[in-house]
C-alpha cells in the first residue's frame, strides 16, 4: 500500500514550508487522554488564532503577535499581516486591541468557533424588547463545546464568560457560526442532534435537527449561510435549509464515517473527510461527487475502507482562494491539493494530526495535534487566474441549476459549475 499513486513520483511532489509551532506547556499532571487540540480557529477579521491546548485550556493569541513570534524577516505572509495591523492601529475608530487570553473552559474543550456580529442582522426571536446581552458591530465572540455537553460563549477582547448554554446530554463536537454576521450558532454532538442557537436572542435554542443515525462530527454553513452541512458516523453526510430547518439530501458515496466538512468560499463545492482514507469534493446543489482526493493507493475495497485502515483522515479545510484544499492523514502527513489535480501539490510531515484550518487571508495552515500543539505551514503559492475569479463571482450568487440554465456555451457551463477546473 502507498500513499500516492503509481504515476506520481513522490520526491517530485513540493515539501511545504514550515512556519513554526505554538507548544502545550507541560501539563501539571499525568493524563493519558485530555490533552488533544481537538481545534484550531481563525477569528473572520483575521485579529485572533485559538485553539484547545487541552486539559480544559483555550488559548487566545493576537494572530500578528503569533506571526512575530515566527521570526520570519521579510517574509510575505509576515509583512501582510504587520501592515494589516498597522492600519488596525491607525485607525481612530479602532476599540478593541487584541490582547492574548488564557481561557479554563472547566471540561476538556472540543469545538471552538469565532462568531461576529452585524447590527443590520436582526434577531429571529419574537420578543425583542429585553435582552441581557446588545452585541455591537465591534464584538467579538468565542463559542466552546465541552466534554459534559455544554457550551460557553466568551467575550474575545477581554475573556470574560457571557453565555453557558445547556441543552445537548454529550460531547459537544463542533461548533459553526453562520457567516452572514446574525450570530446564529449551530452545535454538533454525540447526542445524534445538531441544535440551532440565536446568541443575539440571549442564547435562545431556536431548533434541534434530528436524523443523524449516530454520533454528529462537525457541521459547516454555506457562505451565505442558507445551507448547512452536518456529517458524522454511519457514513452520513446531510445537507440542510437553514431557512426552513429542513432536510435538502443526503449524500451518498463515502465508505466509512465522515468527520469534517467545509463549503468552498463560494459555496459551488464541499469537501468532505472520512475514514475511508478519502476526501470527496461535491457540488452540493445537486449531490454530485466531482472529485475524489485518496490517500491509499491502491484505493482500499469498500470493505477494508470501513475499517481500520491506517489512513483515516481526520480533517479537510478549504482555502479562501478556492483553488486549495489540505488534509490531514493519520499517515503522519498533511497535504496541500489544488482542485484541478488528484495528487497532492505539496505536503509535509505531520504526526498525531487532528484538526486544521486556513488563515483568514489563505496564507498558513494551521494544524493541531494530539499533544495539544500547533504547527503551521506556508500556503503553497498560486495566481488565480481571471477566469478562476470571475466563476467564484459568479457561484456566489449563482446555484449549479441556474448554471446550467444560462445562454452561453455548454464548455462555458461545465467551467463555471466545476466540471471543468
Not at 39 to 60: C, E, M, N
Not at 81 to 93: T, V, Y
Not at 217 to 224: A, T
Request: with cysteine; glycine share 6%; aromatic share 10%.
Amino acid at each position: 500500500m502507498a500513499s500516492f499513486p503509481a504515476f506520481v513520483n513522490e520526491n517530485d511532489i513540493a515539501k511545504a514550508r514550515s512556519i513554526g509551532d505554538l507548544l502545550t506547556p507541560a501539563a501539571p499532571f499525568d493524563q493519558k487522554s485530555g490533552r488533544e487540540t481537538w481545534t484550531v480557529a481563525f477569528a473572520p477579521d483575521g485579529s485572533y488564532f485559538a485553539w484547545s491546548q487541552g486539559h480544559r485550556i483555550v488559548k487566545l493569541v493576537p494572530w500578528s503577535q503569533c506571526l512575530s513570534s515566527f521570526l520570519l524577516v521579510g517574509n510575505s505572509v509576515n509583512n501582510v499581516a504587520n501592515r494589516r495591523l498597522s492600519r488596525q492601529n491607525s485607525d481612530g475608530q479602532q476599540k478593541n486591541v487584541p490582547r492574548e487570553h488564557t481561557i479554563d473552559c472547566g471540561d476538556i474543550v472540543w469545538g471552538l468557533a469565532f462568531g461576529s456580529s452585524v447590527p443590520e442582522k436582526q434577531s429571529r426571536c419574537v420578543n425583542i424588547e429585553w435582552h441581557r446581552f446588545k452585541f455591537g458591530q465591534d464584538q467579538l465572540l468565542l463559542a466552546t463545546g465541552l466534554n459534559n455537553g455544554r457550551i460557553k460563549i466568551w467575550d474575545v477582547y477581554t475573556g470574560k464568560l457571557l453565555l453557558n448554554l445547556m441543552d445537548h446530554t454529550e460531547i459537544v463536537r463542533d461548533l459553526t457560526f453562520a457567516p452572514d454576521g446574525s450570530l446564529i450558532l449551530v452545535s454538533a454532538s454525540r447526542d445524534k442532534t445538531l441544535r440551532v442557537w440565536d446568541l443575539k436572542d440571549d442564547g435562545n435554542m431556536m431548533k434541534v435537527l434530528r436524523g443523524h443515525p449516530s454520533w454528529v462530527y462537525s457541521s459547516s454553513f454555506s457562505p451565505d449561510s442558507s445551507i448547512l452541512c452536518s456529517v458524522g458516523a454511519n457514513k452520513a453526510v446531510f445537507l440542510w435549509d437553514m431557512d426552513k430547518y429542513t432536510m435538502i439530501r443526503k449524500l451518498e458515496g463515502h465508505h466509512n464515517d465522515v468527520v469534517c466538512c467545509e463549503f468552498s468560499p463560494d459555496g459551488a463545492l464541499l469537501a468532505t473527510a472520512s475514514y475511508d482514507t478519502r476526501v470527496i469534493v461535491w457540488d452540493p446543489h445537486i449531490g454530485v461527487v466531482l472529485l475524489e482526493l485518496g490517500h491509499l493507493f491502491p484505493p482500499p475495497t469498500p470493505i477494508f475502507a470501513g475499517g481500520a485502515n491506517d489512513r483515516w483522515v481526520r480533517s479537510v479545510s478549504f482555502c479562501h482562494d478556492g483553488l486549495h484544499i489540505a488534509s490531514i492523514c493519520d499517515d503522519r502527513m498533511v497535504r496541500f491539493w489544488s482542485i484541478d489535480e488528484t495528487s497532492p501539490q505539496a505536503v509535509a510531515p505531520l504526526s498525531n494530526g487532528l484538526c486544521c484550518a486556513f488563515s483568514t487571508d489563505g496564507s498558513v495552515l494551521a494544524a493541531g495535534t494530539r499533544d495539544g500543539s500547533v504547527h503551521f505551514w506556508a500556503t503553497p503559492r498560486k495566481i488565480s487566474s481571471l477566469q478562476h475569479l470571475c466563476r467564484m463571482s459568479l457561484r456566489r450568487v449563482l446555484s449549479t441549476q441556474e448554471v446550467e440554465k444560462l445562454p452561453v456555451p455548454s464548455r462555458m457551463v461545465q467551467f463555471l459549475s466545476y466540471r471543468i477546473i
